[in-house]
């Protein structure tokens, strides 16, 4: 019999590669599958290390009329040659402009899977903007999925959408490889050039002002004035123009002594094998994948309370959860992990059986295709 056609879409494809790694593999074996982005050098990597077809198609993060609208042509364009049975989309432009592509084309079955918003750390004119783009693409999708109960909690309380919401398995997007995120020889070969004897904070992101990196540095600085035995690895990039750290975080990084940046990592496990702790001081989440990611590797986490993050973390068992946006409780969550070892490691431990027992990747992705038959079955 054959196979019906899943087209699954991102805004870019550095998002098909990093954050649904596998997945296109998995379904493959049940569907025809077309994975769709904008092609930034890695679109071809990822079909043939997924076994998938790609189509590039351009589309940009930033609104920007004239190409949204030659973007949206080239997906109905692309629609209707391909005649998908299932368009799944995320992030949040990509996912806009396929649901109204894949609504004009008639497609069945239309899925936007929310993982956050931009409009959370917005205000004024652009909020309103983005929050009207994000109620187009529910209103345009059959079926909305939020990564988070906290993501579901919002697109209700911000009056986004009335459809039906559940979260898939217990929420995250791909959930986590335990062989691969784990402390193998090689991994722990990887890692000596990067450890050292003081205590090791990570975080691991974009280094950006919404990722709370002017508090968790103001935190870190702190920190070490107290205990010279302290050390803060940060492991991403810098984004200037959209979204800048102050003048005086992005010096302090640069002139501190225990501060480290090592920039964008393909494989982040050497790095987390080198440190004691995740540190996720972010203003908005969808679901954290990173803090699954640490988890695995048996570090507890510090991060805000938000979405995601308050349901992957059990305070005091597995991590620590702080306000948002305060370098104060920061500060207190961090100097206590690093003043007691054993309880870090107590956390750590537990961190690695919660994501095994709730976030395993196959379970992740056997509830994502169960999804599917259901619509289809509709």
């Known amino acids: ?14 998002s098909l590669d990093i954050l649904i790694k596998g997945q296109l593999r998995y379904m493959s074996g049940y569907f ?35 190409r949204d609208i030659r973007s949206l042509f080239a997906l109905i364009s692309l629609f209707r040659r391909e005649r ?18 894949a609504f004009v084309c008639r497609v069945p079955h239309r ?38 109960d906290g993501v579901a909690r919002l697109l209700r309380s911000e009056h986004i959408t009335w459809r039906p919401l559940k979260k898939t398995h217990n929420g995250n997007i791909n959930g986590v490889d335990l062989a691969y995120f784990s402390r193998t020889p090689e991994v722990e070969d990887a890692a000596r ?7 090791t904070f990570i975080f691991i992101g ?39 750290l102050s003048s005086d975080t992005r010096r302090t990084i640069e002139e501190h002594p225990a501060i480290e940046t090592l920039g964008y ?26 803090v699954l990611q640490a988890g695995a590797m048996g570090l507890p986490s510090v991060a805000s309370r ?42 750590g431990a537990a961190a690695r059986e919660i994501v095994a027992s709730r976030y395993m990747q196959q379970d992740v992705w056997a509830a994502t295709l169960a999804m599917y038959k259901e619509e289809l079955s509709r």
């Open 193 to 199: 050039a990067l450890r050292s004897e003081a205590f």
């Open 265 to 290: 990592q393909a494989d982040v496990r050497p790095a987390l094998c080198a440190s004691r702790a995740l540190v996720l001081p972010s203003y908005r989440e969808g679901f954290p994948n990173v």
């Open 206 to 244: 974009r280094i950006v002002r919404d990722k709370g990196v002017n508090e968790l540095v103001e935190a870190f600085v702190r920190l070490h004035a107290e205990n010279p035995a302290t050390r803060l690895l940060l492991v991403g990039k810098f984004e200037e123009k959209l979204d800048p």
């Open 1 to 14: 019999m054959k196979k019906k056609k899943l087209l699954r879409l991102t805004t870019v494809d550095i």
């Open 32 to 66: 025809d599958v077309v994975a769709v982005s904008a092609d930034t050098g890695r679109l071809e990597a990822v079909g043939k290390r997924e076994g998938v077809r790609t189509v590039a198609v351009p589309m940009a993060r930033e609104i920007s009329i004239g």
């Open 306 to 347: 938000v979405n995601g993050a308050e349901e992957c973390i059990i305070e005091g068992r597995n991590g620590l959860l702080v306000p948002c946006r305060d370098a104060e409780s920061l500060f207190r969550s961090m100097q206590r992990l690093a003043g007691d070892p054993e309880l870090c490691n107590r956390m």
């Open 84 to 101: 998908p049975d299932i368009v799944h989309a995320n992030t949040p432009k990509g996912s806009l402009l396929a649901m109204m592509a």
């Open 111 to 148: 899925i936007y899977l929310v993982t956050g918003f931009r409009f959370e750390t917005t205000h004024g004119l652009l909020r309103f903007v983005l929050k009207t783009m994000e109620r187009i693409t529910c209103l345009c999708a059959n079926k909305v999925v939020p990564e988070s």
